[in-house]
């Protein structure tokens, strides 16, 4: 019958939908962990290619944008096919996001590639495998369809905020002493408070996901701890 | 091997195209033979006098103004009594009847009536119109025993053009809180009118020509002048043209007068038919 | 936003002879909104529509148990009178099917059944109607012509008009587009969305991306069941029942 036909389509468009993001997640995690690479071996040429990848993790969003829309233009989609591909149009924007995020970092890494660290990095790598697994996390639960994965995704956010708070505290009492070493103080403190804003855009891959399989709408601070009252003012 | 196919179904198609131009060109070459051999007989008798004076002199001349008369008289009569009661007889069998033993067993029954020779109509008027309501041999009695014989005729067609009224519009009529009766008299037989005048304008046709049912019942073999009631013998151009054809003291004289008469019956239906054609189509121009 | 409930069935059945239609039916149509229909062919979504206004009465070996309640009262009852609940709860159906007479013929057959004769408030209906179907401009000069010679979207909204004229409170509307082509379906969609202020209408649709665009709420049917119902946009983003979702993306049916 045509209606299957028409089905085996819809089917055959979102498998190449989910593909292609499944590689935009790929291209973003290794432009923020190259961007990390480069950071800590002070390789100037590795941030470079970051850089200079960037436009095409662009175009590659852009296009799986275009698709979606062409998607919804052609076959009209409703329940769980609307709300993967809205979903699909969403975690693009938020995955060329989190490349641009890895492109600040690359930068940061070509500032600080010609001076000695001012303290060994430790917190900040540790920061960058977290959001790779929170990135690998979300776009699991997205393929398979697992709740619970996005879930774990959305709680692994308390990590990435505890560590950024640590990295900035520590960084703050070293400038305190030496202010001299402010510049590159301040460089790392931004690099943490880069890697906390791109898992805040993995948190928003993982609430889509949620919706897409439960089809209510989910926010990410209902899996993580509950709020408490914040007592650093430095921010 | 498609080719081969092809050329055998187009010689075949050829084949049965020739055979059907053919039937229909001899059954157009009959039918123009008979009128033709009609107007050769007939059209020297026929002027206005012929139709405007009635018989004189055995029949030997004058013309046939009074069986004109009676025939149309006849006709009035028959369709006076058959149209109504075999409409309705039709709403019924279509509209109300469950199907059941009694309605199967109605259609039976009028179907069978349309089978029945003309003759037996005859007898039927004749004991019942004639003798039992006491009608007489009259315009009355012939033309009720005509309205008979087109009963089944009008009940037939009347139930195919009513079971032909789309569905569509008594569900709109229902919906919209019409009763049956609403329905049935404002939607489904003014739509249905086109086809049941179909059935009535044949009827007439069967019914203008034919001789048996009426000799028993009214038709007069000579009246002097054309009947002013119902309960008057009338003449009428079928049984005239029998009475010229078999009872004439002067075949020779008769015989021109005999086919000017089947020209004029034939006219008759014709017209009649014509004008109920033309109507219908007047009604279907005005719905459609 | 208090909505009133027009339509509300508990436990109703429908029978054909031996065949059972629909099963346990419990749904409520709320007024002045706009409820749709939708399932598969045979699902017994049309067969429902036409127990609202007891047309399924005319179907021989039709049965309905449990009860259907019209503002309150049910309609199954022994004391309801047909004539004036179909007076109530109009339909239009899927072919247009204007009588073989004029438009104002058409328009004023269901006022004068229920004995308007004054010519003068006859005209008056006949406008108001067409213009409530929003077919007034476009036959306005024309009254006196054949319906038949309007095209099938314009048979169709004079269906509509014709099924208004009468002042029901309730429309139902059995696939009314399924046999126009796409410009006069919108228009007919058009309509349906206007008429929601003054009436209460369910409409039974083929065609899902119609209901999606034109229902406040929508019932999912499958074999004589409803599935699921629920407001509309949820019904066609988040269906609750997988078998809503497989139905409405194409699956089957």
């Known amino acids: ?235 | ?288 | 936003m208090g909505k009133t409930i027009k339509f509300q069935t508990s436990a109703m059945n429908l029978w054909y002879d031996r065949f059972q239609a629909l099963k346990a039916i419990d749904i409520t149509i709320s007024e002045r909104a706009v409820t749709a229909f939708i399932g598969p062919s045979g699902c017994g979504k049309s067969s429902f529509l036409r127990c609202l206004n007891r047309m399924n009465d005319f179907v021989p070996g039709a049965r309905v148990e449990g009860e259907v309640f019209l503002d309150g009262r049910n309609i199954y009852d022994s004391d309801q009178d047909v004539i004036t609940l179909r007076r109530r709860v109009g339909m239009v159906f899927q072919r247009p099917n204007p009588f073989p007479a004029s438009i104002w013929d058409n328009v004023a057959y269901g006022p004068r059944l229920h004995g308007v004769r004054n010519r003068r408030e006859l005209d008056e209906i006949v406008e108001k109607s067409l213009r409530g179907a929003a077919i007034w401009d476009e036959v306005k000069d024309k009254l006196r012509t054949p319906a038949l010679a309007l095209s099938g979207g314009q048979q169709q909204r004079l269906c509509i008009a014709r099924a208004i004229a009468v002042e029901p409170e309730v429309l139902l509307m059995d696939e009314p587009t399924s046999a126009l082509d796409p410009m006069a379906t919108a228009r007919i969609e058009e309509l349906v969305r206007t008429l929601k202020e003054r009436f209460t209408v369910a409409i039974v649709t083929h065609n899902m991306q119609q209901a999606a665009r034109i229902s406040d709420e929508t019932a999912f049917f499958l074999d004589g069941e409803i599935i699921e119902s629920g407001p509309t946009h949820l019904i066609f983003t988040s269906p609750r029942d997988g078998r809503t979702e497989d139905y409405i993306t194409g699956r089957f049916g």
């Open chain 1, 1 to 235: 019958m045509n209606n299957v036909n028409v089905r085996q389509t819809i089917d055959a468009e979102l498998e190449g939908l989910r593909r292609n993001l499944l590689n935009l997640a790929n291209l973003a995690g290794e432009a923020v962990k190259k961007a990390l690479w480069a950071l800590c071996e002070q390789d100037k040429a590795l941030a470079r290619e970051v850089i200079d990848a960037d436009d095409d993790l662009d175009r590659r969003a852009l296009r799986i944008d275009e698709d979606c829309l062409r998607f919804i233009a052609r076959f009209q989609p409703v329940a769980q096919d609307l709300r993967t591909v809205s979903a699909i149009s969403h975690m693009a924007i938020d995955l060329e996001r989190i490349g641009d995020l890895g492109v600040n970092v690359a930068k940061s890494a070509v500032r600080l590639a010609d001076r000695p660290f001012v303290k060994p990095l430790i917190d900040i790598p540790r920061m960058g495998e977290i959001l790779q697994e929170m990135i690998d996390a979300a776009m699991r639960a997205f393929i398979n369809g697992d709740a619970e994965e996005a879930k774990r995704a959305c709680a692994m956010d308390d990590t990435i905020d505890d560590l950024e708070r640590q990295v900035f505290r520590e960084m703050l009492l070293m400038m305190m002493e030496k202010p001299r070493i402010i510049e590159d103080g301040t460089a790392l403190i931004t690099v943490a408070r880069t890697l906390e804003r791109a898992a805040d855009h993995v948190t928003n891959l993982a609430e889509r996901v949620l919706y897409v399989i439960t089809g209510k709408v989910a926010s990410a601070s209902q899996f993580r701890r509950p709020k408490e009252p914040r007592n650093d003012n430095g921010r």
């Open chain 2, 1 to 288: 091997m498609a080719g081969l196919n092809l050329s055998r179904r187009l010689f075949r198609n050829g084949c049965a195209t020739i055979l059907l131009y053919l039937l229909m060109a001899s059954v157009a070459l009959l039918l123009a033979g008979i009128t033709a051999f009609l107007i050769r007989n007939g059209w020297s008798v026929l002027s206005w006098e012929f139709l405007t004076q009635p018989p004189r002199d055995a029949m030997t001349r004058g013309g046939i103004y009074t069986p004109l008369i009676g025939s149309i008289q006849l006709i009035a009569v028959a369709m006076a009594f058959a149209f109504p009661v075999g409409v309705l007889t039709a709403v019924y069998l279509v509209e109300w009847a469950r199907d059941g033993l009694f309605t199967r067993t109605l259609r039976l029954a009028v179907r069978s009536l349309a089978g029945v020779p003309s003759v037996v109509f005859g007898l039927f008027g004749l004991s019942f119109f004639v003798i039992t309501l006491g009608f007489g041999a009259s315009l009355l009695s012939a033309g009720l025993t005509l309205g008979c014989l087109a009963l089944p005729v009008i009940v037939g067609a009347s139930e195919a053009a009513l079971t032909a009224v789309p569905k569509d519009y008594r569900d709109a009529s229902y919906a919209m809180g019409a009763t049956k009766w609403q329905t049935i008299y404002k939607v489904i037989l003014p739509a249905a009118f086109p086809s049941i005048l179909t059935g009535a304008i044949l009827a007439v046709g069967r019914v203008a020509g034919e001789t048996a049912p009426i000799i028993f019942t009214g038709a007069a073999f000579f009246t002097p002048r054309i009947a002013q009631s119902l309960l008057e013998p009338v003449m009428a151009l079928p049984y005239h043209i029998l009475v010229l054809a078999t009872a004439g003291t002067a075949i020779d004289k008769t015989r021109p007068i005999q086919y000017g008469t089947i020209l004029v019956l034939l006219a008759l239906v014709l017209g009649v038919t014509f004008a109920g054609v033309l109507y219908r189509a007047r009604l279907r121009l005005k719905k459609q």
